[in-house]
């Protein structure tokens, strides 16, 4: 099974995801209806007159994306993503129609679960961006295999 | 324009959602495939055999329902919620098919910007439910406009 374990991981290393994602006016519509049914999301008139000038996409459909950008990446190679919780999770800038968004991973900790050999925990710096541009930043904390008991 | 300010929100203050949302298999499919595209989430073989022994929602998923759920309630009356990030986010329990989920937000924290007078920040302990138990926690830290600068 194809997919990588905790000793594949180093502290430091960066992985770039293969793909990008555009923010279409039609994704970031269906997105906010069935998700986020905000205005500011959905009716370009009200959005005209917010701070932010116009529609934007929901936090949580760029936050969908960017798991969508890891998964189909070579950062697990396969291996199940399997979240225990998040830290530091900030929205920098927001994100619009026309917005090609990539993901970027740093390996922030790589550590051997204490009661269970057969498995550790990752800790990723996860980055969102735009045009090499930060837009989003959190720190996954994920379940991964063990290549085996020490 | 309805919508709470931030002298609305009283710390200690708990707010229920108003609706629940089922979580059919179409729904978990339908995002898994768009945003998560994971086994765990899509294969019902593959699925059977991990940890969870069966098809479990995207954590994605659940997390965007909570959304809807909150901006749905009258949590906020309708005012803009301007995410600006999340803390201490936990994945406690696996959501699955036939699951209905709920939101609670307890407010932690309500405290003016310094630098703007006109807005505040409000920081809501935001809790996923499904029959009464919790599967899913998070901070969440959202700008709120204040009635009248002071």
């Known amino acids: 099974m194809a ?3 905790l000793e594949d991981f180093e502290v430091g290393e960066v992985i770039d995801s293969l793909e990008e994602y555009e923010m279409t006016p039609d994704r970031i519509a269906a997105f906010a209806t069935e998700f986020d049914p ?3 999301h959905l009716d370009p008139a009200v959005a005209a007159e917010s701070m932010f ?3 934007i996409a929901s936090g949580w459909h760029s936050l969908s ?3 969508r950008l890891m998964v189909r990446s070579n950062i697990f190679d ?3 993503v399997v979240g225990v919780g998040i830290q530091n999770l900030r929205y920098l800038k927001p ?3 026309g917005d090609r968004l990539r993901a ?3 390996v922030l900790e790589a550590r051997p679960s204490g009661p269970q ?3 550790g925990y990752l800790v990723l710096r996860v980055t969102t961006l735009r045009d090499g541009e930060d837009v989003l930043t959190q720190d996954w904390t994920v379940l991964v295999p063990r290549r085996r008991a020490r």
Do not use: N, S, Y
Request: net charge positive; proline share 12%.
């Open 38 to 40: 905000q205005p500011i």
């Open 78 to 80: 396969g291996a199940p």
């Open 65 to 67: 994306v960017t798991m």
């Open 95 to 97: 994100v619009r129609a």
């Open 117 to 119: 050999p057969d498995r």
């Open 3 to 5: 997919g990588k374990f």
């Open 53 to 55: 000038g116009g529609i």
């Open 104 to 106: 970027r991973g740093e």
